[in-house]
């Protein structure tokens, strides 16, 4: 029966020959996919890889509601109230009349 030390030998050198085995078949692969590629002229777009993605359009900002008559402050109506606005129950002496 083979000691510890000869089977981890053994065990590091298969691991070895599985790594080189493994690169020589990945150079195959790609280059079959290659020939492929050019034989065919396939776009990445057809193997379902996507181009640089535009980023997002940004929303406009929204238009104001609300306005401070003292100091022409103004306020959308959405996220948190200004302080000027913040507390009151009825706005609507501020709300801009379009």
Known sequence: MPS???????????????AAARE??????IAEIKEKIA???ITPEELGFSAKRAPAPR???????YQNPKTGET????????GWLSGL???????IKE
């Open 39 to 41: 034989e065919y002229d």
């Open 59 to 65: 929303k406009k900002p929204l238009p104001a509601r």
């Open 75 to 82: 306020w959308s109506g959405r996220g948190r109230a200004p």
């Open 4 to 18: 510890y030390k000869q089977l981890t030998a053994q065990l590091e050198k298969l691991h070895k020959e599985v």
């Open 24 to 29: 020589k078949e990945i150079e195959l692969a």
């Open 89 to 95: 129950k009825n706005r609507d002496r501020f709300l």
